[in-house]
């Protein structure tokens, strides 16, 4: 048995009935406790290889997460274990509040048809450690994207998942909340494996404890931090140049990139 | 967070007590010296048209709200998709083919053409771009198109069989020409639907948030929706061939909803709307027959309520837009 790990056997996404390669060839380990971050251009399938491990998407090839396969198992049993996060396009008129969304997290997990006292402690206590413990009264069509993003984040962790799969955390966050997200992650990561994507470089190298790098729909780096800051690597990844600083303090890699 | 569901149980104590009242007194209204023979047979015609109305505003409330949701378009009804002037014209067909009336042959013929009607509209909005005013648009179209098929059929029907003119107030939505023999086909799609609502309510509530998150948490999505859509396009459907077209109380009914329990969470607004709608239109139809009566004459009940409900339907198209522009 595969328990409390994350196994990616050459898969392989495609769309339009194979006109779009989305990814070609993924091979990756995620261990418990091992935080993943997904980097690349736009396009270059980071969120295909996401919504494949959550099972939303097909792909072909094995998706192993805690011995369960993930095409082959019912969403309901994948639902419990793992949460996905991803981007939100939300109605108008017809929208949730706050908390109601977030409760929506806990479906799976919760057994009547009206959540529980327990589902809305649970609810409460994620929106207060996210600090948008204010908001959870308002409607989702009239937070600031910024805010929703949190909500999102909220809602991915209402269930308390062993497995989480976060869609660009970071996207629309200043820089103060970027920290708190990184901060919120790490901590996650100790309880449950965590795999997420993003833009940012610095985010993705301060937060993951192991970076994938994805360039049309192919691995072409993996590994720690140190393995994948590398000048040739991150060239390859965006097509632009890279100035690779220490940290005095944490002897860490710090990329720039060059504005030419 | 309790404050959503102490609203929706005073609603639901509120609306169950008017729809009692009025119930109780529309059916015993002005029959003080009347002989008791004829008092009964007035009594069993006014229970009938109460019972179908109010099954046919639950089920067109209930609907209404189903598809807004499932749809994620607050502008949709069955009215508004087509399935109103699918199912007329279907049913004027069976009239003028078959003749006899079997109720659940009529049924299944309604049905076939409301569904038909309603596959229509949603494949044309999607080609069309699948916004919410795409699925009005196309569904104009389509009832437009029915509509006028319907009315051809009625002049037809009426030629062939000039007995039949009663199949007019079809034309318009009226409990006028209402039989007891009617009532049990319209308590098996209201059981339905009250069966639907608790397997279908929390899936709503994940699709309202979106398709993917749906899916994340264990749900299909499009299977929902299609199921959804059919059972909505069956049992309002059968409303049509039973009271003829209703609109705009699909529509209205899961609005009034939301604004008075003040949430959009679907296990509240869906029991709320098809109350809504029975209240409507028992309200509506007594109006028309103890009040209007009177005065010019019973008007359909369908005419009254797209009077007040287009209003609605052009104040929530306003709302929509005036953020965009």
Known sequence: ?260 | MFRKYVCFFTSLVIILLLIGMIYYVSLYYGLNEVPQQIMDKIVLYRETRLIVALLSGLILGFTGSVLQSSLRNPLVDPYILGIGGGALFATYMYHLVFKITNLYWGALIASIGGLTALALTLVIAETIGGSDVAYVLSGIGVSSMFSGLSIATYYVIISVNPAASYVFTLLIGSFVNVTPSRIPIMIWPSLVLVISYFIFSKPLNAMVIGDDYAKQLGYNPRFIRRIITILSGITASIVVMVSGIIGFIGLVSPHIARLIIKSNDNRLVIPISGLIGSLLLISTDNFSRIILSSLVGEIPVGALASSFGSPFFLFLLIRRFRGRV
Request: proline residues 3%.
């Open chain 1, 1 to 260: 048995m595969m328990l409390d790990k994350i196994v990616l056997d050459n898969v392989k996404i495609v769309y339009k009935k194979g006109k779009i390669i989305a990814i070609k060839n993924a091979n990756i380990v995620v261990k418990k406790g091992e935080i993943l971050g997904i980097i690349g251009s736009n396009g270059a399938g980071k969120t295909s290889l996401l919504k494949a491990i959550a099972g939303i998407v097909h792909y072909s090839g094995l998706i192993y997460i805690d011995g369960y396969e993930v095409s082959h198992t019912p969403h309901k049993v994948i639902a419990r274990i793992l949460s996905y996060a991803g981007d939100m396009d939300v109605p108008e008129i017809l929208s949730l509040t706050v908390l109601e969304a977030v409760l929506t997290s806990r479906y799976p997990v919760s057994k009547g048809f009206f959540e529980s006292e327990e589902d809305i402690k649970k609810a409460l206590e994620v929106l207060e450690t996210l600090g948008i413990l204010e908001l959870k009264d308002r409607r989702l069509d009239e937070l600031s994207s910024g805010e929703l993003r949190k909500v999102i984040l909220a809602m991915a962790l209402a269930r308390e998942p062993r497995v989480i799969l976060l869609d660009e955390p970071d996207a629309h966050l200043d820089m103060g909340s970027k920290i708190v997200v990184s901060r919120i992650i790490k901590e996650l990561g100790r309880r449950s494996i965590v795999i997420f994507t993003t833009h940012d470089i610095l985010f993705a190298i301060n937060t993951a404890s192991k970076v994938v790098l994805l360039k049309d729909g192919e691995i072409i780096g993996y590994g720690t931090v140190d393995d994948i800051v590398k000048n040739d690597l991150l060239f390859k990844t965006y097509n632009a140049r890279f100035k690779i600083l220490l940290d005095p303090d944490t002897n860490k890699p710090v990329p720039i990139p060059f504005y030419e």
